[in-house]
């Protein structure tokens, strides 16, 4: 089971830092990754990191301003996102699984999302 949180409301150009708290069999399969949805809009990828933290990979819309990290030894993968813009509002899910799968949106596991919005 995942469960993120850390969601709300911030003027664009401020920071936030989301967080997803996992069970450690989740936690263990290893790979994570963000995902948003953006309100009439698909869920789209966000960033992932791999089972050590050493391989991190992001979506050009978020390159440079969102930073993935986790801590394996509290079962937590992190979002800090930075210069927020108001295109970033959106529902933010976490999600676990193959490197593969969830790169290509198709993790095995999904958090519930949490909202964020970026006013401008």
């Known amino acids: 089971q995942l469960q993120a949180f850390g969601g709300g409301l911030v003027q664009a150009g401020g920071s936030l830092r989301l967080s997803c708290a996992a069970s450690g069999r989740t936690f263990s399969s290893g790979n994570m990754g963000w995902f948003r949805q953006a309100p009439g809009k698909e869920r789209v990828f966000v960033v992932a990191i791999t089972q050590s933290g050493g391989t991190t990979y992001y979506a050009d819309s978020v390159k440079g301003r969102f930073t993935i990290f986790r801590d394996n030894a509290k079962n937590t993968v992190y979002l800090q996102m930075s210069s927020l813009k108001p295109e970033d509002t959106a529902v933010y899910y976490c999600?676990?699984?193959?490197?593969?799968?969830?790169?290509?949106?198709?993790?095995?596991?999904w958090g519930q999302g949490t909202l964020v919005t970026v006013s401008s």
């Open positions: 999600a676990a699984g193959t490197w593969t799968t969830v790169i290509a949106g198709t993790p095995t596991y």
